[in-house]
């Protein structure tokens, strides 16, 4: 499956935005310098108390749709 690394350093304001779904999106980049628009949703089940912190893979099926995002 393909996969993208993406660093997210997001405060939890900016999570409690996304969760609530004023922002329907996230604009990141990939370690690679490519830019990546990803859907919010993507975020809920990785939201901490401090927000989104760290470097992550995302990975999507052969159709290009989100499958997963894990910790690096």
């Not at 370690?31 to 893979?57: N, Y």
Request: glycine residues 8%.
């Amino acid at each position: 499956m393909p996969s993208i690394d993406i660093t997210l350093n997001l405060s939890a304001e900016q999570c409690r935005a996304h969760y609530a779904g004023a922002a329907d999106s996230i604009r990141t980049r990939t370690l690679d310098g490519r830019s990546v628009l990803l859907p919010s949703r993507v975020l809920h089940h990785i939201i901490g108390r401090d927000g989104v912190h760290g470097t992550w893979r995302v990975t999507f099926d052969d159709n290009g749709r989100f499958v997963s995002i894990r910790p690096l």
